[in-house]
């Protein structure tokens, strides 16, 4: 038995990649790995266990955000603001060769800042953007690439379902690491437009400029940009409440939808039967998203249980290098987590375990939390389950095979390695903002 007690840990990896490789959905599968290896270690006494690490989940005050964000992004979505930036945002960049990828990138980085869900960014830059890409043949590869890469945004561009998650597991300011994430998020925007400027350089035939007698006029482009204030006083909204101290992030989430339902009723973009569809589907994935909580909470409440943590933590603590060995060490923990898991469900099992031993190392804990959620948003183009991959092929259906998929996330994949080097040399770029915001 003591046998077993000792690899425990690693058996319950090994039973949740079998059960995803599988196919059983991740909160199902974490949830019976959990309540499995309970009933092995402890037998029918693990169910007050199980149902305190629940309840202590659920029960989270800062976890109200959620939803709240959610409902926000499907009324968004339904308002069709997404295609309304994107012709704005297509109308000043069209003379620039590469244009079209470069607004894919800046339409990515808003739907992110008023949404805040990766899912929203790339199945509908997926809808509207690839067609006009592909009218004006440009490079498949870079195409599908720079939808993923610009639709993933959301997750380090405040406000952020993850970030509100990690900041109620692990202590860190929320509000703190939004500011954070929005410095990480405008180096990684310049990161993926001069890629496309060096694209443009060696091969410009991949990513053509419109036509003169296609470009608008200076007028239509001024025109344009009407569509953009309704989104900018939005954001306004959501982030100055936060960064000012007026308002919480669970209460700013609560500002921004109902900014976004009364900015959809005076632009005549929302209507009862809308509203009343997005709450719907609010509440259908706010369900999803709870179930993947308590499955997490289970898992890691017997994975701590059952000593994990603490082997984690000794092989951090004995690898090669001292505090950049541990560094790289949670690294490479994360990215290998990051290939099969969800993201909330990466955050409820890595962050308990992983944040403690960085922070112990020496590190600062904002730091680590931007550089967490920069290597979280790689996790999203990662196979084997990468899931903006699979957003992506929902959006695409039979047009793409899913092989030109996988292949177009290398390059962006490493554009990313190339942001996470960049903050681990330079900290000062994750913590610019939130050390202007919060000088003391």
Known sequence: MELIFDYAPIGMFVLLLFLLFLGVPIA??????????????????SAALLTSGAWGVMNNYTLIAIPLFILMSILLEKSNIISELFDAVYKWSGGLRGGIAITVIIVGAIIGSISGVVAAGVIGLGLIALPHMRRYKYNENLSLGTIMGGGTLGQIIPPN????????????SISNLFAGGLGAGILLILIFIIYIFIIAYIKPSSVPALAKEER?????????IKSLILP??????????????????????????????????FSKRLNWQKIRDAIFESSKMTGMVAW??????????????IGGNQMVSELASNVYGG???????AILFIIILGMFLETMALIMLAAPIITPVVVEAGFDPLWWAVLFMVIL??????????????????????????????KATLPFICLQLIAIILIILFPVLATWLPDILNPE
């Open 323 to 329: 505090k950049w060995g541990v560094l790289f060490f």
């Open 377 to 406: 948003q790689m996790a999203f183009l990662t196979p084997p389950f990468g899931f903006a991959i699979f957003y992506l092929k929902s959006a695409v259906g039979e047009k793409v095979k899913i092989g030109k998929i996988y």
């Open 216 to 224: 608008v006029s200076l007028k239509e482009k001024l025109n344009s």
């Open 161 to 172: 379902l993850n970030m509100v998650l990690y900041g109620a597991i692990t202590g860190v």
């Open 232 to 265: 900018m006083i939005l954001i306004l909204l959501v982030l100055g409440s936060i960064f000012t101290g007026v308002a919480t992030p669970t209460e700013s989430a609560s500002v921004g939808v109902a900014g976004t339902i009364l900015i959809g009723i």
């Open 292 to 305: 993947i909580l308590i499955g997490a909470a289970t898992f890691s409440t017997v994975f701590s249980g």
């Open 28 to 45: 199902f599968s974490l949830a019976f790995t959990g309540v499995c290896y309970a009933l092995l270690m402890w037998g029918y006494d």
